[in-house]
Each structure stands twice: as C-alpha cells, then as structure tokens.
Nanobody, 123 residues
Framework: VQLQASGGGSVQAGDSLRLSCERS????????MGWFRQAPGKEREFVAA????????HYANYARGRFTIARGNAKNTVYLQMSSLKPEDTAVYYC?????????????????WGQGTLVTVSS
C-alpha cells in the first residue's frame, strides 16, 4: 500500500483547505483511513479517521465541527476538509491506512503512512 498526501499550503486564519490522500496498491482489502498531524516540537496526534468503505468517522475534539474526513468518488482517495483554520493547526499532516478497517486514534495501529503535507496557518 502506498499513500500520497497532498493539498497542504500556507493560508490565513479562518481559511479552508482540503487535503487529499491517494491510496494505491494493497488490493481490495478493507482499510481504515486516518489523518494525523505533527506540529514542530510536538508528538504526532490524531485528527480523524474513517473506514475505507465509509461508515462512521471519528474526530479529535479539536477537529470536530471544523474538519471533515470523507472518501472521494474515485474510491481510492480520502479527503480531509479543514475549515476555520487556526494558527495552532499548523503542522505536517499525514494520512495513514490500517488493515482491518481500524479507525482508532492510536497511531501505532496503522500500518502504512504517507509522506506528509505541510499546512501553515498564519494569524
């Protein structure tokens, strides 16, 4: 499984941004898809997750109501739509895939990781 994250950039506080994660390889298995982020000097933290086939999604408290994780129509892409961005959202955002459809907030339960895309939010 290969994951390619994209869509990061520099925005102003209050702006919106959509990150994409394109998955290739791995066959038709059921994967859970998660987004994590890591700010400078901080540990990687959970943002959101959902099953590859859809179903329920889960969010970190700070993301709920501002961020939305969704699967694209192409079925090999998962998006993270972010709105009302704040300077504290500045981080490298990573997408991850976990076998068995996991949607846990625990990063160690994900088997594959993309390279990360940088989001910078200025005030």
């Amino acid at each position: 499984v290969q994951l390619q994250a994209s869509g990061g950039g520099s925005v102003q506080a209050g702006d919106s941004l959509r990150l994409s994660c394109e998955r290739s390889g791995g066959g038709p298995h059921n994967y859970g898809m998660g987004w994590f982020r890591q700010a400078p000097g901080k540990e990687r933290e959970f943002v959101a997750a959902m099953g590859w086939s859809g179903g329920s999604s889960h969010y970190a408290n700070y993301a709920r109501g501002r961020f939305t994780i969704a699967r694209g129509n192409a079925k090999n892409t998962v998006y993270l739509q972010m709105s009302s961005l704040k300077p504290e959202d500045t981080a490298v955002y990573y997408c991850a895939a976990g076998r068995g459809g996991t949607t846990t907030p625990s990063a160690r339960m994900y088997d594959y990781w993309g390279q990360g895309t940088l989001v910078t939010v200025s005030s």
